[in-house]
């Protein structure tokens, strides 16, 4: 009888004080979720900055550049050995790294060429393709480069080996060049550059080569829609020349965009080129909890390739 008349006083005083414990049911309630759900809350709240943090950083600081110096593969398609060669790269990056790779893109550039007579004043002349830029590009005169079908002769000399004859005239090479550069090397659709490959240039200190001529004609002038788009990898080399010298004596470096097909033509001279592949990531990708991983991992890579690499 006692434990039946402990109960009613406590029911009794429940329904006079029902507020008091239905405050403390829910401190209870309230209390045990945050506890529960509070590291939840922090990962969420940390992936999100991240994720902005990643988005909002320069290009170069948050992807990933390989690259080299060397002849390019011969063949009917070069291009495609060097795509698949940036693929054997990814294929190779540490696990916390190779997921979270969104996009691919690679360039080649050629030596350097001085142009004798230059439409302005002194001109040097790089030629590259560069994949991926069919939106970050728009033609405001001309049309897009094309093959002629007539390659650069080989460059490069072997002791003890006769290098096979030059041709009669100098191989005939479209370009398509930015506003930017038409303007400051005073070059219009139709203009030809006559060009002689440069022996100074430091990417042919380890080869001996040869005199070697050609004709680069602008056949197309385009505009640069966005030049911070991350397909650029902040290289602006192909949206504007480069001015050295003084004020006085300026000297211009400009680089001319090459169709892809005419690429065997340049690639069959056994020159050295520079080869980039830009690996970029997918920040939508990332959480805090694999930064463990990752940090030392691209530590790791930046040591490994630092005598191989150049530029970001």
Do not use: C
């Not at 795509?83 to 050629?110: C, K, M, N, W």
């Not at 001309?142 to 030059?166: C, K, Q, S, V, Y």
């Not at 006085?248 to 520079?274: C, H, K, M, R």
Request: hydrophobic share 45%; charged share 20%; net charge negative.
């Amino acid at each position: 009888m006692r434990s039946v008349w402990a109960a009613g006083f406590l029911l009794r005083r429940l329904r006079a004080e029902v507020g008091v414990v239905a405050l403390l049911v829910a401190l209870v309630a309230l209390t045990s979720f945050l506890f529960a759900g509070a590291p939840r809350l922090f990962n969420l709240v940390a992936d999100a900055a991240l994720v902005d943090q990643l988005r909002t950083a320069a290009v170069t600081d948050r992807d990933i550049q390989l690259s080299s110096t060397s002849a390019p593969p011969g063949g009917d398609d070069p291009l495609a050995v060097i795509d698949q060669l940036g693929a054997e790269y990814q294929a190779a990056f540490p696990q916390s790294i190779g997921p979270l790779i969104g996009e691919r893109h690679y360039s080649v550039t050629s030596p350097r060429f001085a142009i004798p007579e230059p439409p302005s004043y002194p001109t040097f002349l790089t030629l590259r393709y560069q994949d991926g830029l069919t939106d970050a590009i728009r033609l405001v005169a001309g049309r897009l480069p094309a093959p002629n079908g007539e390659p650069l002769p080989i460059a490069t000399l072997n002791f003890g080996d006769e290098p096979p004859p030059l041709p009669d005239t100098p191989p005939r090479i479209e370009i398509a060049i930015s506003e930017a550069t038409a303007t400051e090397i005073g070059a219009d659709i139709g203009t030809t550059l006559r060009a002689t490959l440069d022996g100074t240039d430091q990417t042919l200190r380890n080869f001996v080569i040869r005199r070697i001529d050609a004709e680069f004609r602008v056949v197309g002038i385009f505009a640069v829609v966005d030049p911070k788009a991350k397909v650029w990898f902040e290289d602006r080399h192909l949206q504007r020349p480069d001015i050295g010298g003084s004020d006085e004596n300026p000297i211009a470096y400009a680089t001319g965009l090459v169709a892809p097909e005419a690429f065997p033509d340049l690639a069959s001279s056994g020159l050295p080129f520079q080869l980039a592949w830009h690996y970029f990531l997918d920040p939508a990708r990332v959480d805090v909890g694999q930064l463990e991983g990752i940090v030392p991992d691209l530590r790791r890579i930046q040591s490994v390739n630092a005598d191989a690499t150049f530029g970001g």
